[in-house]
């Protein structure tokens, strides 16, 4: 994504897309709702989306460059342990999560619904988590080489598992409305990863 501002009429529909995505997911929401939230008319729907799967991929996408400046600011300070980097990254979204009322993570809600349904979300959605991923790989391979992880650390399967054990406690967190899961899981999965 470029970094020129949107313009105002589908950055509201892309805000109150995510806003209620989160809330209802994907088949409980219509684009009169969208519209309505958004106080947007119809007309301006249409010309910044073919359809509603191409508003909500674009939502994704919107979500997905707030995921990417927060691995950015998380993982850039390499005065920081990467041990610490990569538990920051995971702060600043359960911190995004607290602000949303614990409704989850938008890519693990959708993924949930509409995977095994959709080939075209399925993919954008693995893709979203595979980056994610291979993002965290590069400070727990820095962990691995200064001895913070033990040596025979595979970085991305470790990776893939963190966030794929994220994306549950992310679930759990949802149905108790409690950050409890999220703290609960990285603390157990950090102190498993650490031992030999």
Known sequence: MDNQPLPAARQRLLDAGLELLLERGYHGVGIQAVLDASLTPKGSFYHHFRDKEDFALQVIDAYMAGVHGALDVSLADVSVPPLE?????????AGGYAKDGY??????????????????????????????????????DEARSVGDLPPSTDPKALATRLVDCWEGAALRSRLSRDPAPLREMLDFFFHAATRE
Do not use: K, N, T, W
């Not at 980097?85 to 979204?93: K, M, T």
């Not at 959708?110 to 400070?139: H, T, W």
């Open 103 to 140: 409704l989850g993570c938008l890519l693990g809600g959708l993924g949930q619904e509409l995977s095994g349904v959709s080939p075209v979300f399925a993919q954008r959605i693995d893709g979203c988590l595979s980056y994610i991923a291979d993002r965290l790989a590069e400070p727990l």
């Open 85 to 93: 980097r990569v538990r920051g990254f995971f702060g600043l979204v």
